[in-house]
């Protein structure tokens, strides 16, 4: 080769090397940003992509450098945080140099859960106060990062976030993250000054198995055939052919005990159906908290409205929610069907369905847990192009059907709620991250298997530490607020089950409570008093983690002994142990044949002594042992005491899974 072709291929392979550097740009996961909170005092790991052979890290709170080698296109380091301040930068050089600026060092936490940790403080949720809130949301010191809502059958390494990452907390970044998480970081950040990182990664509806690893799952043996599922087409066939046979046969059967139907013919929904001894509801409202508490199966309701000649000549719309699925007759005339308990409904009524005076709506509703009905705005209304007539008000009603008489629906785990589908997807890429603690507030999905969820739990909490590296790693939860129609007489309670299945769970080191059965609400599943509820839980961290003097608790069940006809209760956290108001309340007592009655209680001694006449030999006591409980028992600190109970008796969830 002579010296000119040498030369020159000397200056190309110089000018395609300077190439391949100039663009082998790092690529960071997507909780790497600028306004991202790093764990003070802490051996931080930092990662990411690059083509380069190597990737120098320069961070400006110690002015060190530290060197990543590239291995398959991946380098890490682990980064050395001081205690608490900023803002920073840190800067990663492979060739091409990025800085992530307004960095801070501090306190990360990591906020999970369902919809009650999801609501955010706008948007659906609109909390108490929320645009009082929002506007005094400037808090630079707090920084968000907000999860999108992803499953996966496999475990991810990157998370999806919205908002390109981490946002500095203020009116336009507050609005839609979640208020539980918001208002437990701004307590600790107004006691203790230290920036504080959230990470919310929570989603409404969703069952605790899927945010626990499929490896932890494995352990219990409760749900290998839809784990095996997720890893084998073959079977998710045969388990999806399982189910529908399930829910075809259980189907036929709901509607051949609907007596709404006659023969398979429609009864109820006829205009000229003699409905004159039904009883009557005002809709738009859910079943439960009008008459028909934890009501699950068919009710039908019926309302006559009058039509002038020009409302019958154009197609009426007809908008609303129903809860879960429903049907709608028109004079007779099927119009349509919807499932879905969170589905808009817009059903349109052909002109030729319609007569001019009285015209007969049947609206059919199947509830399968929780709340039922016909809800939403009082804007409930059949609506033309010229004319709005009002539904809202007065319907007769009557119970098609009863779920309690029937076999339990099958159910088929999807999408999110596999097991292990959001953990793969919203908790594994995260587990490299550093956080401080995990603050979680969910369960009500589980209510129904609630037994099952004393193992759950604590699987779920045991499984995080682990992934997360950190067996000691501090673990809060919010306890199930009070919900649904209160009961005359001491009843059983899937809700009251839930409730214990998390008490049970503090055995565990470095947990913490929060009790909120005083600040639910009966007829709103998402209570808004969200301020009180990351409030408390500011308060556990504030007393287990940042070592400030401070009450967190309200009394906990302790022990019990008996004494002829008294049951005297001995409680943790007893200091000045006392009713909020009045004499106390929600005590039940029973004797061996397991029927509780209410009881008279009092305190002695920082003791509760529980009697009744009516159990001359009592052998177990409860407090507050119900979905929406009225106990007022409480201590020096205000907060509420847990629901407990002293027996071990079957309740109505131990044989579900």
């Keep these: 080769m002579n010296k000119y072709l040498l030369r020159k291929a000397i200056l190309v392979w110089v000018l395609f090397s300077a190439f391949n550097t100039a663009n082998a740009a790092v690529i960071l996961p997507s909780f790497f940003t600028d306004n991202m909170v790093l764990q003070q005092k802490s051996a931080v790991p930092f990662w990411g992509e690059s083509d380069a052979k190597s990737v120098n890290i320069k961070t400006s709170w110690d002015k060190k450098s530290y060197t990543g080698k590239v291995v398959n296109g991946k380098w890490n380091v682990v980064l050395k945080t001081p205690i608490y301040g900023g803002p920073y930068t840190i800067t990663i050089n492979d060739g091409t ?65 919205q908002h390109g990452g981490w946002n500095v907390c203020s009116p336009e970044t507050v609005a839609d993250f979640s208020a539980t998480a918001y208002f437990f970081a701004r307590k600790i950040y107004k006691e ?19 945010w626990t690893s499929s490896g932890a799952l494995t352990t219990i043996h409760d749900f290998d055939t839809e784990i095996q599922a997720m890893k084998s087409e073959v079977d998710a066939a045969a388990l999806l052919k399982k189910y529908n046979a399930d829910m075809e046969d259980w189907e036929m059967k709901l509607r051949g005990s609907d007596q709404g139907f006659e023969t398979g013919k429609i009864i109820w929904a006829t205009p000229n159906f003699d409905d004159s001894s039904w009883k009557t509801m005002t809709l738009p409202s859910f079943f439960d908290s009008n008459g028909l508490g934890n009501f699950d199966g068919i009710v039908w309701f019926r309302k006559k409205v009058t039509l002038s000649e020009n409302s019958i000549k154009k197609d009426l719309i007809i908008s609303y929610y129903a809860d879960d699925d429903d049907m709608i007759w028109v004079n007779g005339n099927y119009i349509g069907e919807t499932k879905g308990y969170n589905v808009k409904r817009h059903y349109t009524i052909p002109s030729q369905f319609l007569r001019k005076g009285e015209n007969t709506i049947t609206i059919r509703v199947f509830d399968g847990s929780g709340n039922g009905g016909i809800y939403g705005d009082e804007n409930f209304a059949a609506k033309s192009e010229k004319e709005t007539i009002s539904l809202a008000g007065d319907w007769k009603y ?107 769970a503090l055995k565990l080191p470095n947990t913490g409570m929060a009790v909120t059965t005083d600040i639910g609400n009966g007829e709103d599943i998402h209570p808004k008093n969200k301020q009180d509820v990351g409030g408390r839980l500011a308060s556990i961290a504030l007393a287990k983690v940042y070592n400030t003097k401070i009450d967190y608790s309200g009394p906990l069940y302790k022990s019990y002994s008996i004494k002829g006809n008294t049951a005297t209760i001995d409680f943790d956290f007893n200091k000045n142990i006392k009713a909020r108001d009045d004499a106390l309340k929600g005590f039940s007592i029973a004797g061996s044949d397991q029927k509780f009655y209410w009881a008279d209680a009092k305190v002695v001694k920082g003791k509760v002594e529980v009697y009744s006449q009516e159990v001359p030999n009592p052998v177990s006591v409860r407090y507050n042992w119900a979905d929406n409980p009225i106990g007022n028992l409480t201590n020096a600190s205000g907060l509420p005491a847990s629901s407990f109970r002293t027996d071990i008796w079957a309740g109505i969830t131990q044989e579900k899974k």
């Excluded at 960095?103 to 999801?118: D, F, K, P, Y």
């Excluded at 203790?192 to 198995?209: A, F, R, V």
């Design 192 to 210: 203790k000054n230290i920036p504080i990182g959230l990470i919310h990664s929570s989603w409404g509806g969703t069952l605790i198995e899927a």
């Design 398 to 504: 009557n119970i098609g059907a009863d779920s309690k008489n029937l076999p339990a629906k099958p159910y088929l785990a999807q999408g999110q709620n596999r097991p292990s589908a959001i953990y793969n997807a919203m908790i594994a890429p995260l587990t490299d991250y550093k956080i401080k603690g995990v603050i979680w507030y969910q369960g009500e999905s589980n209510a129904e298997r609630a037994y099952q969820y004393q193992k759950l739990f604590q699987l779920l909490i045991n499984d995080w530490r682990d992934k997360f590296k950190d067996k000691n790693l501090p673990f809060f939860f919010v306890q199930l607020a009070n919900y649904k129609q209160q009961k005359q007489e001491p009843g059983e309670s899937d809700w009251a089950e839930l409730r214990e299945a998390q008490f049970k």
């Design 97 to 161: 140099i990025k800085t992530l600026k307004n960095v801070l060092i501090g306190e990360v936490w990591l906020c999970s859960g369902q919809s009650n940790m999801e609501m955010p403080l706008k948007g659906w949720g609109k909390i108490d106060h929320y645009k009082e809130e929002i506007s005094n949301a400037n808090y630079p010191q707090i920084r968000l990062l907000q999860a999108e809502h992803i499953e996966s059958t496999l475990p991810l390494n990157t998370l999806k976030v």
